[in-house]
């Protein structure tokens, strides 16, 4: 019985690990809000790039608090769908923000964590959550085999801001 558990173990955690992952160590930033810079026509190209994975603070931006947008381009393989073993959810890793996100994927809002100053309950931080956000892999959303873009809006209240935890 013992064996059984222990291979059937193994098994599935190489189907698990076997998951591909797109890693995106660096995005295009600016701080500041506007709500065109989610847009997949906006041209982020004199943005400067940055870490994902390192509070701003420590790349340059020292003591900014308010808003900030992350812009990450990326091609999706549909050869990602077809070798996955679970080939029903593309799931965003994007580690912690500080304080609060909306993360858009292709224009459109997949997910927020914390609620900004301008929600109807007013700023609520939650710098210590990790982001996980799903779409199913058969949304209208998802541009297979074309370019991609996460337009990430943050917002930090104090202190250190901006993504950390983790590449996303």
């Known amino acids: 019985m013992n064996k059984l558990f222990f291979t059937s173990l193994i098994l599935f955690s190489l189907h698990t690990f076997a998951q591909k992952n797109i890693p995106f160590p660096?995005?295009?930033f600016h701080t500041g809000d506007d709500p065109a810079w989610k847009d997949a026509n906006f041209d982020?190209?004199?943005?400067p790039?940055?870490?994902?994975?390192?509070d701003w603070e420590l790349q340059g931006y020292d003591k900014y608090d308010g808003y900030a947008w992350y812009r990450i381009k990326f091609m999706l393989p549909s050869s990602l769908k077809k070798n996955a073993y679970w080939q029903d959810t593309l799931s965003f890793h994007l580690g912690k923000i500080d304080d609060v996100d909306e993360t858009f994927f292709n224009v459109e809002k997949i997910g927020q964590t914390g609620d900004l100053p301008s929600d109807a309950g007013g700023y609520n931080g939650m710098w210590d959550a990790y982001r996980i956000y799903n779409?199913?892999?058969t949304s209208n959303l998802i541009q297979w085999d074309k370019e991609n873009i996460i337009a990430i809006k943050v917002y930090d209240h104090a202190g250190n801001g901006g993504m950390f935890g983790g590449v996303p």
């Open 26 to 28: 660096v995005a295009k």
């Open 44 to 47: 982020d190209r004199q943005w």
């Open 135 to 137: 779409l199913p892999t």
């Open 49 to 54: 790039s940055i870490k994902t994975d390192e």
